[in-house]
């Protein structure tokens, strides 16, 4: 089992449209988990950090369940410039282990 | 901001070849990583260093070796270039247990 899993995509959703993207973790001594986005032949970018009682930044909605070792991303009325790879990320000590990622596509 | 730099975007090499790729952050940052990022594979961590002069293999090493003579360059270095070595490699630095800020990357071809 890989110790960072993610929905495999690709998601092609339409302007508006609401998505959620769902990562698993094996490591249950796992200290911080993050959201990142990278954009075609780019680098890695930090969208958000999750936090235990669940975080939002704007349309973005990050949550954690530390019991079934699973986090989740939810974007609301999406927009063409979400168009990119979302990269679940989780830290243990000071390793980080990244998903292999999820492909949003949101079309016009 | 922070920034990390890459020493080259693009670099086209020979089997073979000893090759360097050097990375640079300014924010002072204790833990230093490279990666290389491959269609379908994903990020994998080859080396990571959380101090200077200390080095901890990821989960690809072979092939690659790291060096850390000051805390704001961390330098991949791989001593004998092969095809299979062709891949986006990208740095990343972060302060303890926090988030990562990455390089632009270098993309290596091994002809």
């Known amino acids: 089992r890989k110790e960072v899993e993610q929905d495999p995509g690709p998601f092609n959703v339409p302007e508006g449209a609401t998505v959620a993207f769902n990562c698993t973790y094996s490591n249950s001594a796992s200290q911080s988990f993050f959201w990142y986005r990278q954009d075609c032949r780019k680098e890695p970018k930090l969208l958000m950090s999750?936090?235990?009682s669940g975080n939002e930044d704007g349309r973005f909605t990050a949550q954690l369940n530390r019991a079934s070792q699973y986090i989740s991303l939810l974007i609301r009325d999406s927009k063409l410039s979400d168009s990119a790879t979302y990269l679940c990320v989780v830290n243990s000590g000071q390793n980080f282990v990244f998903g292999p990622g999820t492909r949003l596509s949101v079309l016009p | 901001d922070v920034k990390v730099t890459q020493s080259s975007r693009y670099l086209v090499k020979r089997t073979g070849e000893k090759v360097f790729l050097e990375c640079v952050q300014d924010?002072?940052?204790?833990?230093m990583f490279w990666y290389r990022q491959d269609p379908g594979l994903g990020l994998r961590l080859i080396y990571f260093s959380y101090d200077v002069k200390m080095k901890e293999k990821g989960d690809i090493p072979e092939g690659y070796s790291v060096s850390r003579e000051k805390k704001e360059r961390f330098s991949l270095i791989l001593e004998s270039a092969s095809t299979n070595q062709t891949s986006m490699y990208l740095c990343?630095?972060?302060?303890?247990?926090?988030?990562?800020?990455f390089g632009p990357g270098t993309r290596l071809t091994v002809l």
């Open positions: 924010m002072d940052h204790e833990n």
């Open positions: 999750v936090y235990s």
């Open positions: 990343a630095s972060s302060p303890i247990s926090n988030e990562q800020f």
